[in-house]
């Protein structure tokens, strides 16, 4: 088998595994609840908190976006 032959058996691989697709629900799951509360917090008139979960939001996006990069780069 050449090094071509195995890199086409690799990359035919789903990306989409059963740990894959956990930890994008649950990454969902976090976002919607920190929209949410950022929701919440705009509505009591808490411009330190909505700044603070809008940012909270971002950080937990990249770490989603960086895993599925990974599982990506792992694939190849």
Do not use: P, W
Request: glycine share 2%.
């Amino acid at each position: 088998m050449t090094v071509c032959q195995r890199h086409m058996e690799r990359t035919q691989e789903s990306l989409f595994t059963l740990k894959f697709i956990a930890v994008l629900i649950a990454g969902f799951a976090i976002c919607a609840l920190l929209f949410y509360l950022m929701l919440k917090f705009a509505d009591a008139g808490n411009l330190i908190f909505v700044i603070l979960t809008s940012i909270a939001v971002s950080i937990v996006t990249i770490v989603i976006l960086k895993y599925i990069k990974y599982q990506q780069v792992k694939r190849i």
